[in-house]
């Protein structure tokens, strides 16, 4: 597909706290967009506080797709976030309105714009073989072993990141190929968008105040009710979506094991490396433009010599 027929996107992606809401829904206000969320959270329903959730009102009239699709126990991924995504910035092309994609979730953004390689869907016998083993002798173990067989994959992957490492162990498992190398042969070029993607870069320190705070106002705004409220619904703490950043750290606090003043310093400690490791995704893209929040007029002129060409 040539570059003068395909969709037109514009993505603010960056790490939480960043200003990645606010800069989009501006942006839109401005342009005549829409909004389609690219935040791994924001798609439950009752998760609202921890997310950081736009509100109706910081949402401004602005049209938002892809908040409150699932139900916390409902399956839901980066190809389940492909096969909605890329259909509605389509649409949103096609009713001549600019797209936006705004969030800090990388893989869902690369698998909207570049798609995914192909490989084997999960062996449930050998996934509950790994997670038995991760269970007992904990993830240093199977990321060392990741290490061995594809150093490459093991590198970008955190040593806790218990999903990603059995993932691509399973993909070892299964197509005897290294990870690595199913991505590179894919080259995630079959995208029928074309994308002006901007990053927002923050200092450490600004960005470390920025989260502090963020984790603050969630407690003040009532996320250990919003918690409760969701183990009463009948949601275990074990499902993928209660063990998020926040809803983790709650759960503990309202089990007695953490004090509110330890969950709150955890929490903001683990905010901060999550941060960190969104950082080190986005940096990796060649094609980001790294603005400041304060640079609304320079994406403003960037977008619409995009949209213009």
């Known amino acids: 597909m040539t570059d003068n027929i395909r969709p037109k996107v514009i ?4 790490p939480t706290a960043s200003g990645k809401t606010s800069l989009g829904v501006e942006l839109a206000l401005t342009l005549g967009g829409e909004i389609i969320n690219a935040d791994s959270m924001q798609v439950y329903r009752g998760m609202d506080i921890g997310t950081a959730k736009p509100t109706l009102e910081q949402q ?12 916390p126990d409902e399956e839901f991924n980066a190809a389940i976030y492909h096969s909605m995504a890329r259909p509605l910035v389509i649409d949103v092309c096609a009713r001549g309105k600019i797209c936006l994609v ?27 073989s790994l997670l038995e ?17 594809d150093t490459e994959s093991a590198s970008k992957i955190h040593p806790n990141d218990r999903t990603r490492i059995i993932r691509a162990l399973e993909v070892v498992y299964l197509t005897d190929r290294r990870p690595s ?5 894919h080259g995630f070029g079959d995208s029928p968008l074309k994308a002006l993607k901007f990053c927002l870069g923050l200092g450490r320190e600004e960005l470390y105040e920025l989260i502090n705070e963020r984790c603050l106002e969630m407690v003040r705004a009532g996320l250990k009710e919003e918690t409760k409220a969701l183990l009463r619904k009948g949601y275990s703490p074990d499902l993928k979506a209660m ?37 080190t995704w986005f940096r990796a893209d060649p094609d980001v433009i790294w603005i400041a929040p ?16």
């Open 243 to 279: 063990k998020a950043i926040g809803y983790r750290h709650m759960i503990r606090h309202i089990d007695g094991e953490w004090s509110l003043t330890e969950t709150i310093q955890n929490l903001q400690r683990d905010t901060r490396r999550y941060a960190k490791r969104q950082l």
């Open 102 to 128: 705004v969030g800090g979730t990388g893989l869902y953004i690369k698998g909207l714009l570049g798609g995914f390689f192909k490989c084997p869907p999960a062996d449930h016998v050998l996934r509950e």
């Open 133 to 149: 083993e991760y269970q007992h002798y904990g993830p240093e173990r199977l990321h060392k072993r990741l290490m061995r067989l």
């Open 294 to 309: 304060s640079d609304f007029k320079v994406v403003l002129r960037k977008i619409r010599d995009f949209i213009t060409v």
């Open 181 to 185: 190398d199913l991505i590179r042969e």
């Open 60 to 71: 401004k009239g602005i049209p938002h797709h892809l908040l409150d699709v699932v139900k």
């Open 11 to 14: 993505v603010i992606e960056g």
